[in-house]
Nanobody, 114 residues
Framework: VQLAESGGGLVQPAGSLRLSCVVS????????MRWFRQTPTKLRELVAS????????YVEDFARGRFTISRDNGKGTLYLQMNDLLPEDTGVYFC????????WGQGTQVTVSS
């Protein structure tokens, strides 16, 4: 099982980023998926989740209205569109499969700073 996150970078406040997570080694289309983040001041926390079919999503309060989770089962890829970024969104973002919850990728660094 491999999870490869990408798309992070340095962005100014109010900017946008689109994170991607390419998955291999298990049945991606059969698993709910999640985005987590680890910030300098907090333990790893859930950001958003999506069911296997992609028709139900959940976004944590701090990201609601700014972040959108989506997936392309044909490409085995999970996405996180992040808009109106805040400095407190700075951290390392990870994708995770509900059916393989002990497996983590290397994450992608997001830095929001002017």
């Amino acid at each position: 099982v491999q999870l490869a996150e990408s798309g992070g970078g340095l962005v100014q406040p109010a900017g946008s980023l689109r994170l991607s997570c390419v998955v291999s080694g298990f049945d991606f289309s059969g698993s709910a998926m999640r985005w987590f983040r680890q910030t300098p001041t907090k333990l790893r926390e859930l950001v958003a989740s999506i069911n296997a079919g992609g028709d139900y999503t959940y976004v944590e309060d701090f990201a609601r209205g700014r972040f959108t989770i989506s997936r392309d089962n044909g490409k085995g890829t999970l996405y996180l569109q992040m808009n109106d970024l805040l400095p407190e969104d700075t951290g390392v973002y990870f994708c995770n499969a509900a059916s393989r919850s002990s497996v983590w990728g290397q994450g992608t660094q997001v830095t929001v700073s002017s």
